[in-house]
């Protein structure tokens, strides 16, 4: 059974630019969860989806963030005209129902020029 | 209320020895308590994870300690080894909500 997937590993993009990051949970995982990580810091939570759903958004900056989880394919967090702070490594997290126990993946390090 | 706080950030250990990081929470309706390691460019491992109805979980040479009165728990690692060199998370969360992490600790197992 393959883990949770990322892609890409590394993302690198100018200022204002769209960065889309893809998640495939594990298999038989409904739920799946993002989460972003500074460097020398700990996790923070941004969204909660399930298929077709967003549970809690919390933690999402109110503008230029997006997450999608489809009935069909990998949940896609987008960021819409990217600013240097937006550097961090992204970390996708899924569960199986019904939730708790999360497992990540290898993640996504988004690079800002 | 839904902070979870790490201590120590940084820890050395020499080999052999049995490192304790110590976590303590607010929200008494969290539920789950699990420990995650993370090596360099890697994401969190799930390492062990344990409910507040027991007191303590052992898994290899991994044991949550678990309080809760205090609203505390704490990671021991017996006979540590260079190996466990790592970033360690301690969280908590409550069901399939989103887990709350502790700002982390960096360990560093001298040969």
């Known amino acids: 059974n393959a883990g949770v997937m990322q892609n890409p590993r590394h993302l690198v993009r100018r200022r204002g630019q769209e960065a889309r990051l893809r998640c495939s949970p594990m298999k038989g995982h409904s739920h799946v969860y993002w989460y972003r990580q500074l460097p020398e810091e700990g996790l923070k939570f941004m969204v909660y989806?399930?298929?077709?759903?967003?549970?809690?958004e919390s933690g999402m900056p109110k503008e230029r963030f997006s997450a999608e989880f489809p009935k069909e394919g990998p949940s896609i967090l987008r960021i819409q005209q990217v600013v240097r702070g937006d550097s961090a490594a992204y970390f996708c997290?899924?569960?199986?129902?019904?939730?708790?126990?999360?497992?990540f993946g290898p993640g996504t390090r988004l690079l800002v020029l | 209320q839904q902070q979870v706080k790490q201590s120590p950030q940084s820890l050395i250990v020499q080999k052999g020895g049995i490192p304790i990081i110590n976590c303590a929470y607010e929200n008494t309706a969290f539920d789950y308590f699990p420990w995650y390691q993370q090596f360099p460019g890697k994401g969190p491992a799930l390492l062990i994870a344990?409910?507040?109805?027991?007191s303590e979980k052992k898994e290899g040479r991994f044991t949550i300690s678990f309080n809760k009165s205090a609203k505390q728990f704490s990671l021991h690692i017996m006979d540590s080894q260079p190996g466990d060199s790592a970033t360690y998370f301690c969280a908590a969360n409550q069901g399939a909500q989103k887990l709350v992490f502790g700002q982390g600790t960096r360990l560093t197992i001298n040969p």
């Open positions: 997290a899924s569960s199986p129902p019904p939730g708790t126990t999360q497992y």
């Open positions: 344990i409910r507040p109805d027991v």
């Open positions: 989806l399930q298929k077709e759903n967003i549970i809690d």
